[in-house]
């Protein structure tokens, strides 16, 4: 009765019950699951936890990383947002260092949520729980958003991939901005059409984002992509809640990226063969850390 695949199918059941998305995905979890909503709450509390965990954790201790290629740049960027007017704004600025201290405790083998996916782990929880800072949200609230950003998350998976050895980094930074913009969106007040726009953007800001993890690891330039993951998930919100809409409909957007995503060369998917990890300097690295 709940169940749906698309963005259009999920307008759809939110139209029908009245309902956000966030509510309409955890009805279609319980049907699925069989689980009770009491029980997919408190997991997803926990998963909430988890991410709370490591946001500060990357903010307030001398993280490294196994390959000593990242670590400290989330504290650093935190202190300074704590001691200057940034020109990015506060929000942004806390966003952007929450989504780095997720990443960069991912990087040094840390607990963290894969939102959708390790390499992406930073963007949703930086988003999202900075705006819950600003908006003053509830637990509860902050919960109800994570389901939201679940049911963008089925979309993509169900129509694209959240791969980046499938799909570049588009289907793993991009799809986890699209599901941080949909649930900051509705953690504000907007509307489902809104939340799904917010995704829209997100997704056509980064169409072709390569994957290509200097020496094969989750860390440069991804701990970096995470930030700017989470800016663009933030902005999106903001021009969907300010009632713009994408003039490409949301489920269009993610076939797109998906075409896009089988059309580049298997060199810019993981496999640390192009781009930035086959640099002079990427080289350097990786023949440094694996010989």
């Known amino acids: 009765m709940y169940n749906f695949k698309t963005g259009s199918k999920l307008i759809e059941l939110c139209k029908k019950y009245n309902k956000s998305i966030g509510e309409i995905t955890m009805l279609r979890e319980a049907e699925v699951s069989g689980s009770s909503m009491r029980v ?13 965990d ?15 290629l990242t670590g400290g740049d989330a504290k650093r960027l935190y202190n300074y947002s704590e001691n200057n007017d940034s020109l990015s704004g506060d929000i942004m600025t806390k966003a952007v260092a929450c989504a780095m201290a997720v990443s960069e405790v991912n990087a040094s083998m840390g607990r963290i949520v894969a939102a959708p996916t390790a390499g992406s782990c930073g963007i949703v929880p930086g988003a999202l729980l900075t705006a819950a800072g600003s908006l003053k949200s509830s637990d509860e609230d902050i919960v109800k958003a994570l389901f939201t950003s679940s049911g963008v998350g089925i979309t993509i998976a169900s129509n694209a991939t959240l791969a980046g050895a499938e799909g570049g980094c588009q289907a793993e930074c991009g799809s986890a901005a699209a599901m941080a913009a949909a649930a900051v969106t509705e953690l504000a007040g907007g509307s489902p059409e809104q939340a799904l726009n917010a995704a829209a953007f997100t997704l056509k800001a980064v169409l072709g984002l390569v994957c290509d993890p200097v020496a094969g690891l989750v860390e440069v330039p991804c701990v970096k992509r995470n930030a700017f993951g989470a800016s663009n998930a933030l902005v999106a919100a903001d021009m969907a809640l300010a009632g713009i809409t994408s003039r490409i409909p949301y489920d269009e957007v993610v076939t797109s990226m998906y075409k896009v995503g089988k059309s580049i060369p298997y060199e ?4 640390a063969k192009g781009g930035l990890a086959d640099t002079p300097t990427g080289r350097k690295f990786k023949k440094e850390i694996l010989g």
């Open 40 to 52: 997919l709450t408190k997991k997803m509390s926990t998963n909430l936890i988890v991410m709370k």
């Open 268 to 271: 810019l998917k993981e496999t």
């Open 54 to 68: 490591a946001v500060k954790e990357g903010l307030t201790k001398e993280i490294k990383s196994v390959s000593g």
